[in-house]
């Protein structure tokens, strides 16, 4: 038995330069065994050949597959005639010994079934063990401890081989010592007879079973763990005492094999299973590895891996032994040891020597670290003042810039105060000095008692076609000197005249409409209370900055706040029509507990039960693109084709429906229709406009010149339709039903005057009434683009990729842009001179709704088409075909 001597051992350390911590590539040697009796017999012959010591040479006598020999080449490569000390001696002693200097190693046999590897490690184990006692027989100045333990991993399970018991064993990682197995026996050795002794019942205890390839074959992995702890037997019990401990593993993996070949069923087949699955993660992790330490490693996809994970790429030297079988039959198998070998060879490891500190020495070595940290910290370095300086200056700089900027919002703020109670001073005075002359909205509020007949019923009494409408008194039920000195007038109209039976004109939940004073007052009213609101929005802005700023000075934003919410020392209360804009608010406006009064309670403007902030902003009129109006209820009429136009474009995409837009178009004719009759609802500011400017021309006959009058209107409308951001759809809608016929001209009187108004109202800057909703330019706009997004996004639900192309070459869009679909849209109904831009216009977004082109028929599904009217009288010559519209 050859020994090592601890200078040997040292002389080896040195030459190696390992085990101070620096990365080496695992060793890997090849073992190629004779031909065995069987495979004489049978007159197999060998073609491998070992060229040198390291190189192996594969000559295919057969020359099936290719001319030329294949040469692999590793750290060492053993022949046939090698001896197993040969094998232990010129390759893997250097790294088992390791153990004995403080060194984790590992050696592992690697290789088909049959190929030799359980008769390598165990020769390799046995000189191992010798030399370890060697080495401590010579170096009696250091005391050892040997520990011993021994598991096999079969079909996936663990068991203990120095235990009788075979109940499987569970791995656990522990945060200090890494992967351990549970409850495993770690048995002390006496000496090396004690270990032999253990390694026979290991031996005993391993799973083999009898294959047609190896009459012994080892059915599962062993791995026996030697365990050396070694301190100095001078400083034992000192302070200084410092222990090296270390382990070596000899790896006996079970052999690779094909069940063909080995002939496997049953229980063997299943155990071949195992070690074909739990060597492929082994191949698997070495591949990984041996590209690089790189990302995710599959430790964990196998217990074997698992276990080994340090002796692989980790806290240890590693040698592995490949063996090879000669035989012909058993080539392919030996060219995949040999891959495997190749990527094995390339995989590093980083052993360190593992000293362990006793507890003493290691509370010194801690006291000592701490002294050194202490007295850092009592001399530190002296900072850097003039970078701290500088640092501090900018900060006051950017301070003094906010201080100023917050002196200007409060000077702003201050300003808005006042231009807002001068407001409301001015809206007091008018109010009361409309009260005097007894015709406006006040007026209508002004007493309960009284009921005055309105100076606008006065037409529909010269009238007499006309049924009479019956008067009414709209009063004010209480004022802010009344009751809670609001600001704003918490007013709610009700008809005093019960009896009547004419109900038509607040069945849109609309107020009477008057015209002379009463109106213009009223509207007076309107504008002022809607820049009122206007500038309470902007207001409740600068407060919402202001009280926002990090840095702003407390009791100043209490002083602002203060004058906001009570600049007049009365308590703000918003009137109905400001509920809209208060929808917003976090905290409910202070009419939260106002009861409906009889005009809610009869019309669905406020569901009873349910406040003015839950309704959802659609309710309102959710199309404020001054477009398409939302309309809960569905139009009855329609066929196939408008229940497909329903369906397709008011589902998914949330396109309005053309029912919807022409119950718009309707609603808007009857209030013109009403407005000229004197029997119209008000309340409305769009439509007492519409009507202060002129709706009577409505009323004559198409002109003569009509197909240029049509082409001059609708030049004008589109025009309108771009300066007041009108929908695409409904611009769509209305071009492709509207196409010059006389008896268009209604309809289009009715857009240019909406429109035209709208146009007015956003060019001051206020907004715009209409349907209990508010439209201002900025909303149009808002709604416009988001009306362009769900466009865009439909583009490629409705047109072919060849469509689109062709589209965008068309409309000038770059194909390979990012946001082509989008500028496509954004081109659309931009071109108000060219014809043909409108038509193309149409067509793309008629497509992108789906809604038919055939204007004239859905014309007269929708009951839009009427009868030339008959020019008889100038007020009535259109009025029974209207009405039989509405
Ligand atoms: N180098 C060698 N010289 C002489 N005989 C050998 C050599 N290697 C292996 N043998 C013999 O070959 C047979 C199979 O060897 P061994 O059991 O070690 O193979 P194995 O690779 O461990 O197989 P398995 O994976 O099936 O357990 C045994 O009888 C063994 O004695």
Not at 26 to 43: G, Q, S, T, W
Not at 223 to 245: Q, V
Not at 430 to 447: P, V
Not at 596 to 622: M, V
Request: glycine content about 6%.
């Amino acid at each position: 038995m050859g020994a090592i001597g601890g200078e040997e051992l040292m002389n080896w350390e040195k030459m190696e330069g390992v085990g101070n911590g620096r990365e080496e590539k695992i060793l890997v040697l090849v073992r190629l065994r004779p031909l065995n009796e069987k495979e004489i017999a049978r007159n197999d012959v060998s073609d491998w050949e070992c060229i040198n010591d390291t190189t192996v040479l594969f000559r295919n006598s057969l020359q099936e597959r290719s001319m030329f020999p294949t040469a692999y080449s590793f750290d060492r490569v053993f022949s046939g005639d090698a001896t197993t000390r040969q094998v232990y001696d010129e390759g893997a002693k250097g790294i088992a010994l390791s153990v004995v200097s403080g060194i984790n190693s590992s050696i592992f046999a690697y290789g088909q079934t049959s190929s030799g590897k359980t008769y390598t490690m165990t020769g390799i184990t046995e000189y191992t063990v010798a030399d370890i006692y060697a080495y401590m027989q010579k170096h009696e100045e250091r005391a050892f401890v040997l520990k011993f333990s021994a598991i096999e991993i079969y079909n996936e399970a663990i068991r203990d081989l120095l235990s009788t018991d075979n109940i499987p064993l569970r791995v656990l990682d522990d945060p200090e010592k890494g992967t351990i197995i549970e409850k495993l026996t770690e048995e002390t050795l006496r000496d090396w007879g004690h270990l032999k002794q253990l390694l026979s019942v290991c031996e005993a205890q391993r799973k083999v079973g009898e294959t047609s390839l190896n009459e012994t074959s080892s059915r599962s992995h062993q791995i026996l763990r030697l365990t050396i702890e070694s301190s100095a037997n001078e400083f034992i019990g000192k302070d200084k005492s410092t222990k090296l401990t270390a382990s070596v593993n000899f790896v006996d993996l079970a052999g690779s094999e094909r069940a063909a070949q080995a002939l496997s069923v049953g229980q063997r087949l299943k155990e071949g299973c195992h070690i074909n699955r739990s060597l492929l993660t082994l191949s698997t992790v070495i591949r990984k590895l041996s590209k690089g330490k790189h990302g995710h490693v599959n430790y964990r996809d196998s217990k074997l891996t698992r276990i080994l994970q340090p002796c692989l790429g980790g806290n240890a030297r590693t040698a592995i032994i490949c063996t090879l079988s000669p035989a012909r039959e058993h080539v392919e198998q030996s060219k995949n040891t040999l891959l495997f070998a190749s990527c094995a060879k390339e995989v590093t490891t980083n052993a360190q020597v593992n000293v362990v500190m006793s507890d003493k020495a290691l509370v010194k070595h801690l006291q000592k670290e701490l002294a050194r940290l202490e007295n850092e910290l009592r001399t530190p370095a002296p900072p850097d003042y003039s970078a701290l300086l500088k640092k501090k200056d900018q900060q006051i700089e950017k301070l003094e810039k906010e201080v100023r900027d917050l002196i200007k919002q409060r000077d702003l703020a201050e300003s808005r105060i006042q231009e807002l109670l001068q407001a409301v001073r001015n809206d007091q005075v008018s109010t009361q000095w409309d009260g005097r002359q007894g015709n406006t909205c006040a007026d209508e509020y002004s007493s309960e008692s009284s009921s005055t007949k309105l100076p606008g019923t006065t037409r529909h009494q010269e009238n007499s076609n006309s049924p009479s409408l019956p008067s009414r008194t709209l009063f004010r039920t209480r004022t802010e000197e009344e009751e809670s000195n609001t600001v704003c007038k918490e007013v709610r109209c009700v008809e005093t005249d019960e009896s009547t039976n004419d109900q038509t004109a607040i069945s849109n939940g609309e107020s009477e409409s008057v015209s002379g004073p009463t109106e213009t007052s009223h509207l007076r009213n309107r504008v002022n209370i809607g820049s009122l609101e206007q500038n309470f929005q902007d207001l409740q802005n600068t407060i919402n900055s202001l009280v926002t700023r990090p840095y702003g000075d407390g009791d100043e934003e209490q002083e602002v706040q203060s004058q906001i919410s009570n600049p007049t020392g009365h308590k703000l209360t918003k009137s109905r029509s400001c509920r809209a804009n208060l929808v917003t608010s976090s905290s409910p406006p202070a009419f939260e507990n106002t009861p409906p009064n009889d005009f809610e309670t009869r019309h669905s403007a406020r569901p009873e039960g349910r406040k003015l902030w839950d309704i959802p902003p659609q309710e309102y009129g959710g199309a404020a693109s001054g477009g398409l109006l939302r309309s809960d209820s569905q139009s009855s009429l329609g066929s196939t084709m408008l229940e497909d136009a329903k369906n397709k474009t008011s589902g998914e995409e949330d396109i309005p429906s053309v029912d919807t837009f022409v119950a718009g178009l309707k609603k808007m004719a009857k209030l013109q229709f009403d407005q000229v009759n004197g029997s119209g609802a008000e309340g409305d500011g769009l439509g007492k406009s519409v009507k202060s400017i002129g709706i009577d021309s409505m009323m004559d006959s198409p002109p003569a010149d009509w197909p240029q009058e049509f082409a001059r209107q609708q030049k004008c409308i589109v025009e309108l339709w771009q300066a007041c951001n009108v929908s695409l759809i409904h611009r769509t809608y209305f071009f492709l039903l509207f196409r010059g016929d006389p008896m268009d001209s209604i309809y289009m009187e009715v857009e240019i005057r909406r429109l035209s108004f709208l146009k007015e109202t956003f060019s001051k800057g206020n907004p715009a009434f209409h349907d209990g909703h508010t439209l201002t330019s900025a909303s149009s706009i808002k709604a416009l683009r988001r009306e362009k997004a769900m466009l865009s996004r439909l583009m490629n639900k409705r047109f072919s990729e060849e469509e689109k192309k062709k589209l965008y070459q068309k409309w000038g869009v770059n194909p390979n842009s990012k946001r082509r679909r989008l500028q496509l849209i954004h081109r659309l109904w931009t071109n108000t001179e060219d014809p043909n831009h409108l038509q193309d216009s149409a067509s793309v977004v008629s497509k992108l709704i789906k809604f038919s082109e055939q204007g004239q028929a859905l014309k007269e599904m929708f009951g839009l088409s009427f009868s030339p009217p008959k020019m008889v009288r100038r007020s009535l010559g259109w009025k029974p075909s209207m009405s039989s519209l509405l």
